[in-house]
């Protein structure tokens, strides 16, 4: 199955090293769109098929915390998995998270695994069958 | 709640061997921008203040030459693919990550809230602010915590 994965994060080579893990972790035929804020997340959401929602917390003009509530808050996206990825390693501050209906935190710095694990355990396993994304390789015969 | 810098050290090797395969060592504290970087000028220099049991800021300096080796480490893109944004966007990432992994280390009673790091102009940095050396196989680094 091919998944649809929104990356919200203000840091562009975050996302693409978010993205560039995602396909080594398995998830190479997914359709990734991006985000640089929980605002231009929500914008996305309205108008596309998402399946799983990978954010960061700490974003100018409306951050990872702000973008759950407003996720959680509206009927028709509430469902979606929310996955944070933040340097925020505080209990306390990770509790909030999962309290507001994060359903997985990622610390960084993180490994391909940590994140190929947590999405398999939210998604399903992935079939690597469908995983073969030569879209950046290139080949001379 | 345990020194700042301790932890600091612990983080910046953590993240810079997590995800940027790039072994680090500790060097004595010195005065970076007139001393030991200055072979390997021009700097960039980022900088993130925070806020919890103590706030303050902290500074990063890195050369342009080895950040841009780190930036297509980072993102497996080609160096000559690479902008300015991405190149400041992997500084400002650095410093985002070593921070906030190293103050959720610091055992604060107060839970640390980080500001958005932000670039800075090097040519801006007081000459006397003293810097401790962070260095890499072929450079070095430099970072400083100023306290409120």
Redesign the interface.
């Known amino acids: 199955m091919s998944y649809s994965i929104l990356i919200v994060d203000?840091?562009?080579?975050?996302r693409?090293?978010i993205k560039?893990t995602l396909k080594t972790a398995g998830y190479g035929s997914a359709q990734f769109h991006e985000a640089g804020n929980g605002k231009e997340a929500l914008a996305i959401m309205k108008n596309e098929w998402i399946d799983i929602v990978i954010t960061d917390y700490?974003?100018?003009v409306m951050n990872g915390m702000e973008l759950i509530k407003a996720i959680k808050g509206d009927e028709l996206l509430k469902d979606i998995p929310i996955v944070v990825i933040?340097?925020?390693?505080?209990d306390?501050?990770i509790k909030e998270f999962v309290d507001l209906g994060a359903a997985g935190y990622i610390?960084?710095?993180?490994?391909p695994e940590t994140i190929r694990d947590l999405l398999i355990n939210i998604l399903g396993e992935v079939d690597y069958s469908e995983e073969l994304d030569d879209s950046d390789d290139d080949f001379d015969f | 709640m345990k020194s700042l810098m301790t932890v600091m050290m612990t983080s910046i090797s953590e993240v810079m061997e997590t995800m940027f395969f790039l072994p680090v060592e500790f060097g004595e504290e010195s005065k970076a921008i007139n001393d030991r970087m200055k072979e390997y000028k021009p700097d960039m220099a980022c900088q993130l203040k925070f806020s919890g049991d103590v706030s303050g800021k902290i500074t990063l300096l890195i050369p342009e030459s080895l950040l841009g080796e780190m930036a297509e480490n980072f993102m497996g893109t080609p160096k000559e693919e690479l902008t300015s944004e991405h190149i400041s966007g992997t500084l400002m990432e650095i410093l985002n990550m070593v921070c906030g992994n190293a103050l959720g280390k610091a055992e604060s009673k107060v839970p640390f809230e980080l500001a958005i790091p932000e670039m800075i102009d090097e040519s801006k940095i007081p000459g006397s602010l003293l810097f401790n050396i962070i260095q890499t196989p072929d450079s070095v680094m430099a970072l400083n915590i100023g306290m409120d």
């Open positions: 203000d840091s562009l080579p975050m693409s090293v560039r700490n974003m100018p933040s340097t925020e390693s505080n306390v501050k610390t960084k710095p993180f490994t």
